[in-house]
């Protein structure tokens, strides 16, 4: 029998690498640009400073709470989050918890655990859609496999949980609520919309799901944490839900737009993968409607689009179709919504970077 004191590592893997590297906090804040839509914070003489400072914080708390004795669970844990992101769930996080006070050392952990929980669906994701890249990188399954990239998921969300226990039960309660959701949303995405359910009314439950609820609750867990005024959370809630759906609508237009540039996606990918997004969606109530351009486009959409040519062509029609301007104009409807729900919050930077970042997740292609 082999004596555990030789291995290197812990049987939970709770200990460091023996090369983790120093993490600079200062040097982290330096190098971090703020995402589209958040102007207004780096314009603040104090709000931008302390977001800054925080996000630089939760980044080192993110590669500390990842970090493993086991070299095979340290890399595959490592891989997205070393390949980056633009940390927009922990950013709400920090943003909405200057509703009260910032400062207080839960606020930073509660956008380690958004963060943590984010990246751990997201290596459930690729394994599920077969998706060859992430953020530039090649995935974790196609690295490692299926089966390394769905435990790393796993061993991710644990790691999530761990800290989450530690803020108390009431935030335990909103993630396990919050990861439940995130499930369902896969699932019924998987297994799509039953014979007697409205496809579109589907879609838009499952990416509320999928993607408005994590929002949702880093707004929420930003301001308990801060204590800010629990009138503030219903408001935070709605809004994270609303944005979150606009923000997932608009992928799905980009995706057939060709604005590779801008969004970092490759057009036409949910294409290829057969994902249903809205703009196809209202294509096939088009063609069953009697609409015969279409009934054309879906018979190049359903059919064979291995080939760049073939994909090109589908992208192509898709975005000329008036369906893709319909789709704008559905996710502009749930950024307005969700501008609106934030009427009730005081006037002030926080409210209009909301505000700011609700109008630039659908304006990303202009």
Same mark, same amino acid.
């Given at each position: 029998?082999?004596? #555990?004191?030789?291995?290197?590592?812990?049987?939970?893997?709770?200990?460091?690498?023996?090369?983790?590297?120093? /993490?600079?906090?200062?040097?982290?804040?330096?190098?971090?640009?703020?995402?589209?839509?958040?102007?207004?914070?780096?314009?603040?003489?104090?709000?931008?400073?302390?977001? *800054?400072?925080? %996000?630089?914080?939760?980044? $080192? $708390?993110?590669?500390?709470?990842?970090?493993?004795?086991?070299?095979?669970?340290?890399?595959?844990?490592?891989? /997205?989050?070393?390949?980056?992101?633009?940390?927009?769930?922990?950013?709400? *996080?920090?943003?909405?918890?200057?509703?009260?006070?910032?400062?207080?050392?839960?606020?930073?952990?509660?956008?380690? @655990?958004?963060? +943590?929980?984010?990246?751990?669906? +997201?290596?459930?994701?690729?394994?599920? =859609? #077969?998706?060859?890249?992430?953020?530039?990188?090649?995935?974790?399954?196609?690295?490692?496999?299926?089966?390394?990239?769905?435990?790393?998921?796993?061993?991710?969300?644990?790691?999530? #949980?761990? %800290?989450?226990?530690? %803020?108390?039960?009431?935030?335990?309660?909103?993630?396990?609520?919050?990861?439940? !959701?995130?499930?369902?949303?896969?699932?019924?995405? *998987?297994?799509?919309?039953?014979?007697?359910?409205?496809?579109?009314?589907?879609?838009?439950?499952?990416?509320? &799901? $999928?993607?408005?609820?994590?929002?949702?609750?880093?707004?929420?867990?930003?301001?308990?944490?801060?204590?800010?005024?629990?009138?503030?959370?219903?408001?935070?809630?709605?809004?994270?839900?609303?944005?979150?759906?606009?923000?997932?609508?608009?992928? &799905?237009?980009? =995706?057939?737009?060709?604005?590779?540039?801008?969004?970092?996606?490759?057009?036409?990918?949910?294409?290829?993968?057969?994902?249903?997004?809205?703009?196809?969606?209202? /294509? !096939?109530?088009?063609?069953?409607?009697? =609409?015969? #351009?279409?009934?054309? /486009?879906?018979? +190049?959409?359903?059919?064979?689009?291995?080939?760049?040519?073939?994909?090109?062509?589908?992208?192509?029609?898709? !975005?000329?179709?008036?369906?893709?301007?319909?789709?704008?104009? @559905?996710? !502009?409807?749930?950024?307005?919504?969700?501008?609106?729900?934030?009427?009730?919050?005081?006037?002030? @930077?926080? $409210? =209009?970077?909301?505000?700011?970042?609700?109008?630039? @997740?659908?304006?990303?292609?202009?």
């Amino acid at each position: 029998m082999t004596n #555990s004191a030789n291995h290197s590592w812990t049987h939970a893997g709770h200990g460091l690498p023996a090369s983790e590297p120093s /993490l600079n906090t200062t040097a982290i804040a330096t190098g971090l640009q703020l995402p589209a839509g958040f102007a207004a914070i780096a314009g603040d003489p104090e709000l931008g400073p302390a977001i *800054t400072n925080n %996000l630089a914080r939760v980044e $080192k $708390k993110l590669r500390q709470a990842i970090a493993n004795s086991d070299p095979l669970a340290d890399a595959t844990s490592r891989h /997205l989050v070393e390949a980056g992101g633009k940390r927009i769930r922990p950013l709400l *996080t920090l943003l909405c918890a200057h509703l009260g006070d910032a400062s207080l050392p839960a606020v930073v952990q509660a956008a380690v @655990v958004v963060e +943590l929980t984010h990246l751990a669906t +997201l290596y459930h994701d690729d394994v599920m =859609d #077969s998706a060859p890249f992430r953020r530039g990188a090649p995935t974790a399954h196609e690295v490692w496999g299926n089966s390394v990239a769905v435990l790393t998921g796993d061993l991710i969300f644990a790691r999530a #949980s761990i %800290l989450v226990s530690e %803020l108390g039960s009431r935030a335990l309660g909103i993630q396990a609520r919050t990861f439940e !959701r995130l499930c369902l949303g896969q699932l019924h995405e *998987t297994v799509g919309p039953r014979p007697d359910e409205d496809p579109v009314e589907h879609y838009l439950s499952v990416i509320a &799901d $999928k993607t408005g609820s994590l929002v949702a609750a880093s707004g929420q867990l930003g301001a308990i944490f801060a204590g800010a005024d629990e009138a503030y959370e219903g408001v935070l809630v709605e809004y994270g839900e609303k944005v979150g759906v606009a923000f997932q609508l608009a992928d &799905d237009v980009i =995706d057939v737009t060709g604005v590779k540039v801008k969004s970092g996606k490759s057009p036409g990918t949910d294409l290829r993968e057969g994902v249903p997004t809205l703009p196809v969606l209202l /294509l !096939r109530n088009a063609a069953a409607q009697g =609409d015969q #351009s279409a009934v054309e /486009l879906l018979t +190049l959409i359903d059919g064979d689009l291995s080939s760049d040519e073939a994909l090109a062509e589908a992208v192509a029609g898709l !975005r000329e179709h008036p369906v893709t301007a319909a789709s704008w104009v @559905v996710a !502009r409807a749930w950024s307005d919504e969700a501008i609106a729900a934030l009427a009730p919050l005081p006037e002030g @930077v926080v $409210k =209009d970077s909301l505000t700011s970042f609700a109008r630039a @997740v659908v304006d990303r292609a202009s």
